[in-house]
């Protein structure tokens, strides 16, 4: 079988910058499936693995005695990487597909609960109602250009960048984001970048905002797609949020033009707040503090726990797995 140069670099940056075995869980493989309505998402993990094990599927390993903590940026690559590896040890395997869709589903239903605490769906109140001046594109382009020149990765936060890269490099992932780049001529680059933003790499959600696939969204932009699709239909969804948001067949994908694209996605409400906006640069030196905590409640404290999408932008090319029209 041949792999191909984005499957050969996203290995070798994973063996490099990973653990080949990742432990998912603080809890030791013996430990006692969570009670229902635990908020504890390891717990959580942990019995979705035990019930995978039960099957004879293959998932990461849970190390006993190992403390982690529940920040966002430790749980969800743990989650998607169970996903993964339940959904790669199902290919050609005895278990029923009901059992497998159940593991999915429940982690995915993890998955998104994870995203939503960390941030908050996209805000329903006008620029005007959040205190954000019309912001346009000439006004702003060069300080893009200079923004992403100058940006440098947190040292703390290199292994969580390098995962990050090594998803969006997958050859499964590339091949669904090739798909859609086919259908509406946006990047795949671009679109693996809102998946990972949006969904945290989770296919069961809706590229639009993350909500589950299983039906049309609910938050903003509700009711999409306006046409109902299959659950499993990712890639059509995925053409929708970008035809929503006018990114189809456009012929401008400059540097400037596509961060622009990225932050308008999530708003420019970070502006009104004098900083970069975390969506855009979290784990680098353009950001330290302040997000939106909830629906247009800005909190000046709080630290985004999520990897921004020019940060993961620069990776990307640096590592050669991304070329940016000129």
């Not at 019930?51 to 190992?66: N, Q, T």
């Not at 990050?164 to 259908?183: I, P, R, T």
């Not at 679109?191 to 790499?201: N, P, T, Y």
């Not at 959600?205 to 299959?230: E, Q």
């Amino acid at each position: 079988m041949s792999i191909n140069r984005r499957q050969f670099s996203a290995t070798m940056i994973a063996a490099a910058s990973l653990p080949v075995l990742r432990p998912i869980s603080r809890a030791c493989a013996q430990s006692p499936a969570p009670t229902a309505g635990t908020s504890d998402p390891w717990q959580q993990l942990a019995a979705l693995s035990a019930k995978a094990r039960d099957l004879g599927l293959s998932v990461p390993r849970m190390s006993p005695g190992i403390t982690l903590g529940t920040s966002f940026d430790e749980v969800m690559p743990a989650v998607v990487d169970f996903i993964d590896s339940v959904k790669a040890s199902a290919v050609g395997s005895n278990v029923p597909q009901s059992d497998i869709d159940d593991l999915v589903k429940s982690a995915s239903s993890l998955l998104i609960e994870l995203q939503n605490k960390e941030r908050a769906p996209r805000s329903e109140a006008t620029p005007a109602e959040l205190g954000v001046a019309p912001v346009s594109f000439d006004a702003i382009k060069d300080q893009y250009v200079e923004l992403f020149n100058s940006c440098e990765p947190l040292t703390s936060h290199r292994t969580q960048i390098a995962w990050y890269v090594g998803k969006l490099a997958d050859a499964d992932y590339d091949k669904q984001y090739q798909e859609v780049e086919e259908s509406v001529c946006v990047p795949w680059y671009f679109v693996g970048l809102i998946h990972a933003m949006e969904a945290s790499f989770n296919f069961d959600a809706h590229l639009h905002n993350g909500d589950p696939l299983d039906r049309k969204t609910v938050h903003v932009p509700a009711g999409r797609p306006p046409v109902w699709l299959p659950p499993s239909d990712w890639a059509s969804s995925a053409d929708d949020a970008m035809k929503y948001e006018g990114f189809a067949d456009q012929t401008d994908w400059s540097l400037a033009r596509l961060l622009y694209r990225l932050e308008a996605y999530n708003g420019f409400g970070s502006r009104a707040h004098g900083i970069n906006t975390p969506y855009l640069w979290s784990f680098s030196n353009h950001y330290s503090k302040g997000k939106y905590v909830s629906d247009g409640v800005w909190d000046a404290n709080a630290v985004s726990q999520q990897c921004g999408a020019a940060v993961l932008l620069k990776a990307m090319v640096t590592a050669g797995k991304a070329t940016i029209p000129t």
